[in-house]
């Protein structure tokens, strides 16, 4: 919920508020051990960064939690679309490649064994590929 909160804040302007409540939901996971919580937090706390124009800030955290493609293909392709985000906002065109190739590699891999949930990821993939 708090993570929720942040983003609707950083969406109204507020972006120090929102930093906060996001760095609060952080906190609470920390604290109650849940398994994935953790990262699922971390990962929130780097997609706020990010919306913010604070692009090494949110790679700094996306590395602590790399670990989320144990949680699936979705949160594994979401990590690596964000990080290549964070790199085109850098100006690291070739990070952002690297980010891009296992994240549409995913995609492509679902979509031929006839499940298609990542599909609607594909949008956003190429519009990060359009933007190296």
């Given at each position: 919920m708090l993570c929720e909160l942040s983003l609707v804040l950083a969406e109204a302007g507020r972006a120090e508020e929102a930093l906060r409540?996001?760095?609060?939901?952080r906190e609470m996971a920390e604290q109650?051990?849940?398994?994935?919580?953790?990262?699922?937090?971390?990962?929130?706390?780097?997609?706020l960064l990010a919306a913010l124009g604070r692009y090494g800030e949110a790679l700094?955290?996306?590395?602590?939690?790399?670990?989320?493609?144990?949680?699936?293909?979705?949160?594994?392709?979401?990590h690596h679309l964000l990080a290549a985000t964070c790199h085109i906002g850098l100006g690291n065109a070739g990070a952002a490649q690297d980010c891009l190739a296992p994240a549409l590699a995913l995609i492509d891999q679902q979509a031929e064994g006839g499940n298609t949930p990542l599909a609607r990821l594909r949008p956003q993939a190429a519009a990060l590929v359009a933007r190296l």
């Amino acid at each position: 919920m708090l993570c929720e909160l942040s983003l609707v804040l950083a969406e109204a302007g507020r972006a120090e508020e929102a930093l906060r409540a996001c760095a609060q939901a952080r906190e609470m996971a920390e604290q109650d051990a849940v398994p994935g919580e953790v990262l699922f937090r971390r990962r929130d706390y780097a997609v706020l960064l990010a919306a913010l124009g604070r692009y090494g800030e949110a790679l700094d955290i996306l590395e602590t939690a790399a670990a989320l493609s144990l949680y699936g293909t979705d949160p594994a392709v979401r990590h690596h679309l964000l990080a290549a985000t964070c790199h085109i906002g850098l100006g690291n065109a070739g990070a952002a490649q690297d980010c891009l190739a296992p994240a549409l590699a995913l995609i492509d891999q679902q979509a031929e064994g006839g499940n298609t949930p990542l599909a609607r990821l594909r949008p956003q993939a190429a519009a990060l590929v359009a933007r190296l």
